[in-house]
């Protein structure tokens, strides 16, 4: 497994990062044990949390769940020096304080929880999950209406968030702070208030990324590449419609499908000949296709780090085993064809 300097952080990571957020629904305590036990032997040593894991469904009664499962982990084999852990605040939304905008004081108030959840002393990565303001993330760009600001109170709450940041990184609670479905100009904002005001900067960005869903492309990648902002790409097998499982528009038995049928918006009339497509690719080419997926992102020409989850141990040694697999060109040139006649299909 290679590692990577994770931006401008020095922080070193595994180039793929373990995902978790069926830890407490989907996979019991055990499940979640077993699953890090994995990683880690493999040299996964970068895992990516959140205060409102599990999903699939989102409950206020579940929420921390999967902190805890991690917290327990650590208490039960030690070593947490051995891990960079990445976790997030969430945004506004009607599960986790409803209704309340993200500020320094809620952010200080999830770390502390997720610091007691997590049995440990610091985090590595904060992340804020989503933005407070209106953004297209979500399967929203269909619909997205740039929000109109008051420029002026948006300044001082992100200045508030990062005033925060800088005092928790002084406390030694946490390491660097970063962003998760976040847009080009909210991500500028963010650094321009921190070189302005010397304070720390968001070193990472957390949005969805596959074969499927290719809106980092542009204005985004040149901004990640020009501020060394790498791409914690989720979902990169688009919440297994890549893996092929769903073909035919089946549901099997105990999927986050059979929790969730229309994958929070990605089974669409298009998505399965896109879907079918790129299986055709990697029969082709004798690849598994969720390692062809996986890899793929390693491919991309700004810094990326695609964050892999599964329900099986099976499923994550398949997932882990993308690290090993180099695309040819060959490949690389049946994936950009494929794309072109499948650009948006969700």
């Known amino acids: 497994m ?86 997030k605040v969430a945004g506004k939304g009607p599960i986790l304080r409803p209704g309340e905008v993200t500020t320094g004081a809620t952010m200080r108030t999830a770390v502390e929880a997720s610091l007691k959840r997590l049995q440990t002393d610091y985090i590595d990565l904060y992340q804020l999950h989503w933005p407070n303001r209106a953004h297209y993330h979500f399967r929203q760009m269909w619909r997205y209406q740039p929000p109109k600001l008051d420029r002026a109170a948006e300044t001082a709450n992100m200045t508030d968030i990062l005033s925060t940041a800088q005092a928790l990184v002084t406390e030694g609670k946490i390491r660097a702070i970063g962003l998760s479905n976040e847009t080009v100009w909210g991500a500028a904002r963010w650094l321009h208030l921190a070189d302005t005001l010397g304070l720390p900067r968001m070193a990472t960005v957390q949005n969805e990324y596959s074969l499927l869903c290719r809106q980092f492309d542009t204005d985004w990648a040149e901004l990640s590449v020009i501020e060394d902002m790498p791409l914690l790409a989720f979902s990169p097998l688009a919440t297994g419609l890549l893996s092929g499982k769903y073909a035919g528009d089946v549901i099997p038995e105990g999927s986050r499908r059979s929790l969730n049928p229309d994958l929070s918006g990605r089974v669409t009339a298009q998505v399965f000949p896109a879907v079918a497509a790129y299986l055709g690719v990697a029969a082709r080419h004798g690849l598994d296709p969720c390692q062809m997926a996986i890899a793929f992102t390693r491919t991309r020409p700004f810094p990326t780090i695609p964050i892999i989850g599964a329900t099986t141990l099976e499923q994550l040694r398949t997932n882990i085993g993308a690290a090993g697999v180099t695309l040819s060109s060959e490949v690389l040139e049946d994936i950009a064809e494929t794309h072109r006649a499948y650009p948006a299909p969700y």
Not at 19 to 39: C, K, P, R, Y
Request: glycine share 12%; with cysteine; aromatic share 6%.
């Open 2 to 87: 290679k590692t990577l300097t994770l931006g401008k952080t020095g922080l070193t990571v595994s180039e793929l990062c373990l995902g978790t957020m069926t830890w407490g629904t989907q996979n019991t305590e055990s499940e979640g044990h077993a699953q890090m036990d994995m990683a880690l032997e493999a040299g996964v040593t970068f895992w990516d949390t959140a205060e409102m894991y599990p999903v699939n469904p989102v409950r206020a009664e579940t929420a921390g769940r999967t902190e805890e499962i991690i917290g327990t982990w650590f208490a039960a084999r030690g070593g947490r020096d051995r891990v960079v852990l990445a976790t």
